[in-house]
């Protein structure tokens, strides 16, 4: 079975840090790249970041630049994004995909594999 399952998610207060995990199961991440979204109540989807199956491409949606960083440990079927300097308006279910074609990975259009998602609330 491929798998991704999120992890890292909670309640932090504005200005501090989490560290979302995307563990990969059932097939070698190496080959795949894989993409954050989120989103928040009554909002669409959004991408967060995303990254080549090498880990040598990284994008960022504007609204994260400079305070999120997207990583992946290929060893470890594991990819990451620490986040920091966080908003209130970073509050959302946040979601890794995978898929074989980068570009689906960055804009979330028919990537294949999902997880089911990790909630992230920042408020005080």
């Known amino acids: 079975q491929l798998q991704l399952v999120e992890s890292g998610g909670g309640l932090v207060q504005p200005g501090g840090s989490l560290r979302l995990s995307c563990a990969v199961s059932g097939f070698a991440v190496g080959s795949y790249g894989i993409g954050w979204f989120r989103q928040a109540p009554g909002k669409e989807r959004e991408g967060v970041s995303c990254?080549?199956?090498?880990?040598?491409?990284?994008n960022y949606a504007d609204s994260v630049k400079g305070r999120f960083t997207i990583s992946r440990d290929n060893a470890k079927n594991t990819v990451y994004l620490q986040m920091n300097s966080l908003r209130p308006e970073d509050t959302a279910v946040y979601y890794c995909a995978a898929d074989r074609v980068f570009g689906r990975v960055c804009n979330g259009r028919g990537a294949n594999y999902w997880g089911q998602g990790t909630q992230v609330t920042v408020s005080s």
């Open positions: 990254i080549s199956s090498n880990g040598i491409t990284a």
